[in-house]
């Protein structure tokens, strides 16, 4: 079975632009979630999507966003980027809601902001 | 809220000693608790977890941990470290208010293997 597959692994882009990262969770997979990893900060909690609602929200600004669609993959989207936005982001795919549903990650998009 | 606290950003252990990776959590309400494993320019691996039940659970790779309500810790081990398990590791923690993908995590322990 497929893993959790996240695409672009690297993506550079220039301050004020958007960006759209994309992940595709493993084949059964309803709840995905996203989290930002820095040096700095560490792993933090962006947003959970099931059944394409957003369940579950951390606390980035609005320009962070995110969707799921009907298929479960699910997209997120900064806007008007920023230099701190430089990170790893992690998709993990869960297969529902319960806690012992583990989270299995993607190896992640590298944002690089300049 | 909800934290977790690892003591020691690195660690630093010879093959074959005991590996020692702390971590301590606060939460108000029953902790579900977890350690990931994350290799170099790879996402995490889920290591164990800690739900309800024994208190010492095993993971993959020889790792275990034991939850110990009293001292509010979740520390991982490993009896004989192996030159493979050079990697950062994380404790996390969520609750069962906190259903779905949000978990806390701590700062993360880098662990090295000398030879």
């Known amino acids: 079975k497929a893993g959790v597959t996240q695409t672009p692994r690297y993506l550079i882009k220039t301050r004020g632009q958007q960006v759209t990262l994309s992940c595709s969770p493993i084949?059964?997979?309803?709840?995905v979630s996203w989290y930002q990893q820095t040096p700095g900060q560490g792993l933090q909690f962006l947003f959970e999507y099931f059944s394409e609602t957003q369940r579950n929200k951390g606390n980035f600004p609005g320009r962070f966003s995110g969707r799921q669609f009907s298929n479960s993959r699910s997209e997120m989207n900064v806007s008007t980027l920023e230099l701190g936005d430089s990170a790893l982001y992690l998709c993990?795919?869960?297969?529902?809601?319960?806690?012992?549903?583990?989270?299995?990650f993607g190896n992640g998009t590298r944002l690089t902001v300049t | 809220a909800q934290s977790v606290t690892q003591l020691g950003s690195h660690v630093s252990v010879s093959e074959g000693a005991l590996v020692l990776l702390r971590c301590n959590y606060s939460?108000?309400?029953?902790?579900?608790l977890f350690w990931y494993v994350q290799y170099p320019n790879q996402g995490l691996q889920l290591l164990l977890k800690y739900t309800t039940g024994a208190t010492l659970v095993k993971g993959i790779n020889g790792f275990e941990a034991e939850f110990k309500k009293s001292e509010t810790s979740f520390h991982l081990t490993k009896p004989s470290a192996h030159m493979s398990d050079a990697a950062e590791y994380f404790c996390?923690?969520?609750?069962?208010?906190?259903?779905?993908?949000?978990?806390?995590f701590g700062q993360g322990t880098e662990l090295s293997v000398k030879p």
């Open positions: 993990a795919s869960s297969l529902n809601r319960e806690i012992n549903s583990p989270l299995h």
């Open positions: 996390a923690v969520s609750d069962l208010y906190n259903q779905g993908g949000k978990l806390i």
């Open positions: 084949s059964g997979h309803r709840s």
């Open positions: 939460s108000s309400v029953p902790p579900y």
